[in-house]
């Protein structure tokens, strides 16, 4: 498992890396871009991507496996690395969640107010919109606390 943590950490010292060499020499200034740079971008989202799921589906196959820590006065408990790695993916469905309302509030507020400068009436009618946007944000929030009701 240690070894999926340091393919993903290589993976985002290269992002880091890439953008890096951007920030020197700008993509604006040659807009086609070398061969050899896309492939290393899609080698790169590739590996990391298969690297994050696969120590997701390590870490909550050990967590799972595992009995919680037991809790008893006065004594100290650990948590391992499967079990921490395992909160950790049962959080990203909020992280999805709420760029994915991010997304959808962005074009729905703007246009929401543009709708309200024009008839000052439609303001409950996007009101109501707005809220459907966002209700993508709280539904990731329950499949996370389900999640961690698993955990134990």
């Keep these: 498992m240690y070894w999926l943590v340091g393919l993903i950490t290589l993976s985002l010292l290269g992002t880091v890396g890439f953008g890096l060499f951007l920030d020197m020499r700008p993509a604006r200034a040659n807009p086609d871009l070398p061969r050899w740079l896309r492939r290393t971008i899609g080698t790169n989202l590739v590996v990391f991507v298969a690297a994050e799921a696969g120590l997701l589906l390590a870490s909550v ?75 993508i944000a709280i539904y990731g929030l329950v499949v996370t606390i389900l999640m961690l009701g698993k955990f134990g």
């Design 61 to 135: 196959h050990q967590a799972m496996a595992a009995s919680p820590p037991a809790v008893t006065a006065g004594a100290s408990t650990t948590i391992g690395v499967g079990y921490g790695l395992a909160l950790i993916g049962a959080g990203l469905p909020t992280v999805a969640a709420t760029i994915a309302a991010a997304l959808a509030v962005a074009p729905v507020g703007s246009a929401a107010l543009a709708v309200i400068a024009e008839k000052p009436e439609a303001f409950g009618r996007s009101l109501v919109y707005l809220g459907l946007a966002e209700g």
